[in-house]
Nanobody, 123 residues
């Protein structure tokens, strides 16, 4: 079992920055892949970024490359998503998720989810 708790969402103007946090707890965290997803109203949940807990390999959606950065703090069992250059189309609920052994860009392949944190980007 893995428990995930997100924080750090809020309201920001276009071009601004936010840092989301995902605190993880549970067994065998070193064996999991972590993903950040977002879901806007009326749209499907989409992959944003991912990181392997062991080794730290990172993955990004093309739409956020160069603006977002994912990282992990092993000591505090926390994954971060630093979001710079936010755009109004980035307005969504952001979720962190975990799955065994690898990162996937498919939401359906994740079995553990946090409750989500809302990010609103004003134009």
């Amino acid at each position: 079992q893995v428990q995930l708790v997100e924080s750090g969402g809020g309201l920001v103007q276009a071009g601004g920055s936010l840092r989301l946090s995902c605190a993880a707890s549970g067994r065998a965290l070193s064996m999991i892949g972590m993903g950040w997803f977002r879901q806007a109203p009326g749209k499907e949940r989409e992959f944003v970024a991912g990181i392997m807990w062991s080794g730290g390999m990172t993955y990004y959606a093309d739409s956020v490359k160069g603006r977002f950065s994912i990282s992990r703090d092993n000591a505090n069992n926390t994954v971060y998503l630093q979001m710079n250059g936010l755009k109004p189309e980035g307005t969504a609920a952001y979720y962190c998720a975990a799955r065994p052994f690898r990162v996937s860009m498919e939401a359906r392949e994740y079995g553990y989810w946090g409750q989500g944190t809302q990010v609103t980007v004003s134009s």
